[in-house]
């Protein structure tokens, strides 16, 4: 899918460039690509939606139906789709406002439209240097390494080049708009809002793909953690700045999934609440940091169940907006579009995170975010190019 840049409005407020002005800015890339996770858009999709998703990963057939049923309750759509299309304008309106008129394009790993046919397109259009931005900001196999990996098959049979932006979730734009929207939710709880604690929530994944997770040398934790645990405290120390109090803050998980037995990073926010609860938390924000707009796991293990659960338990709950297509957001992603472009050009160019927190790396060293399962599986943005990853899994 592409949007086409004459269709796009410009801000009103601010003095658009000439036309071509800025279009050397992106260089040596000549289009952009928003590499997503895709989702069903009408019921008859979300069996096949699944089964794409979970193709050889050894989910329970019981998780299936259940997470079936979390599509049915939503008319069988996921959001995301939309969401993704919304973020496509938005980024087009920002491009244009800088001048920059690269074609962007967007495809999806589980869903149309498929990042394989997209980046055919793409070569078929004569593209051959690209630019992508994974709508995922943390690095782990699942949110960096699995994308890459699908981008490498994409690109086979085509001289396609493709480079990525670096993890994003700590660069000022997103955490600018997660302050500002856990801001809102705290407000949105009136008297409630002082005393509320923030809950800041990620997918669970499993703990030996979190331990696995970020370059070497790793904590024991892994990358995916830290990473999390940063931001969540550089959202609560500005939120606390601008309030002029302390609220606690806590790291939790949603969705997991796989087998009982494997064992995946906890604790369940649900389970938190009930424990907040317990020990007398008055009330609290829920702020997803781990999602950049509002998804199913959004929508439904936080809107519907977490919700639900602090009703029961009498704990008064509000959650915080996702990024989405927050002003500050869109114009740090071109921001760092900006960036990855310079450094493209061999050029040094500043590279801002909030607090001092991790700095993204644009090619992934070879042994960051292993495939578990299987370690052979070339990825693109790699450093030494898409090769096999070298060393056998630990467990
Ligand atoms: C880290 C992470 C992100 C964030 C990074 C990113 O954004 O990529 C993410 C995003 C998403 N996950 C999504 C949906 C699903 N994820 C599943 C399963 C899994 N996710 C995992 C991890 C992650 N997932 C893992 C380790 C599994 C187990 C199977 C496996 O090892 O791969 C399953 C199978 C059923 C289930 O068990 O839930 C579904 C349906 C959707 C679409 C939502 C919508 O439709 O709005 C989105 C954005
Ligand atoms: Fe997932």
């Known amino acids: 899918m592409t949007l086409d840049h004459r269709t796009t409005a410009h801000d009103d407020d601010t003095t658009p460039q000439p036309r071509g002005a800025g279009s050397t800015l992106l260089a040596p890339y000549d289009s952009l690509l928003l590499v997503s996770f895709g989702g069903p858009e009408q019921p008859d999709d979300v069996v096949p939606f699944l089964e794409n998703v979970t193709r050889g990963r050894g989910i329970p057939r019981e998780r299936l139906v259940e997470v079936g049923q979390h599509y049915y309750l939503f008319g069988g759509r996921s959001p995301i789709n939309d969401q993704c299309r919304d973020l496509l304008a938005a980024l087009r309106a920002e491009l244009d406002r800088r001048g920059i008129d690269l074609p962007l394009h967007w495809g999806n790993r589980n869903w149309d439209p498929y990042l394989d046919a997209e980046v055919q397109a793409m070569a078929a259009a004569g593209h051959r240097r690209v630019l992508s931005v994974l709508t995922s900001a943390y690095p782990s196999y699942s949110s960096c390494r699995q994308y890459r990996e699908n981008l490498y098959d994409a690109v086979q049979g085509?001289?396609?080049?493709?480079?990525?932006?670096?993890?994003?979730?700590?660069?000022?734009?997103?955490?600018?708009?997660?302050?500002?929207?856990?801001?809102?939710?705290l407000d949105s709880l009136g008297e409630h809002g002082d005393g509320a604690r923030l809950v800041f929530v990620t997918h669970s994944i499993p703990t030996a793909m979190a331990e696995a997770s970020g370059p070497a040398p790793r904590s024991a934790e892994g990358g995916y953690l830290d990473w999390h645990r940063a931001v969540a405290a550089a959202v609560t120390r500005q939120v606390d700045a601008r309030r002029g109090r302390e609220?606690?803050?806590?790291?939790?998980?949603c969705s997991r999934s796989g087998p009982p037995n494997q064992p995946w990073?906890?604790?369940?926010?649900?389970?938190?609440?009930?424990?907040?609860?317990?020990?007398?938390?008055?009330?609290?924000?829920?702020?997803?940091?781990?999602?950049?707009?509002?998804?199913?796991e959004v929508i439904y293990d936080l809107d519907t169940e977490a919700s639900e659960t602090a009703e029961q338990l009498g704990l008064p709950f509000a959650r915080a907006a996702t990024a989405g297509t927050h002003p500050a957001f869109v114009s740090g992603l071109v921001d760092l579009m900006l960036e990855r472009a310079a450094a493209a050009r061999g050029e040094d160019p500043a590279r801002p995170v909030?607090?001092?927190?991790?700095?993204?790396?644009?090619?992934?060293?070879?042994?960051?975010?292993?495939?578990?399962?299987?370690?052979?599986?070339?990825?693109?943005?790699?450093?030494?190019?898409?090769?096999?990853?070298?060393?056998?899994?630990?467990?």
Request: glycine share 8%; net charge negative; aromatic share 6%.
């Open 247 to 253: 609220h606690g803050h806590d790291l939790v998980f």
């Open 354 to 395: 909030v607090d001092d927190g991790p700095v993204g790396w644009y090619d992934c060293q070879p042994d960051c975010c292993r495939n578990l399962r299987d370690p052979g599986r070339p990825a693109l943005c790699q450093v030494g190019g898409p090769v096999s990853t070298p060393s056998a899994p630990t467990r």
């Open 265 to 296: 990073a906890e604790p369940d926010v649900n389970d938190h609440l009930t424990a907040l609860h317990a020990t007398g938390t008055a009330a609290v924000v829920v702020v997803p940091i781990g999602f950049i707009s509002d998804h199913m």
């Open 158 to 185: 085509t001289a396609v080049q493709v480079d990525k932006i670096r993890h994003y979730s700590d660069h000022p734009g997103f955490v600018t708009a997660s302050v500002d929207a856990t801001l809102a939710a």
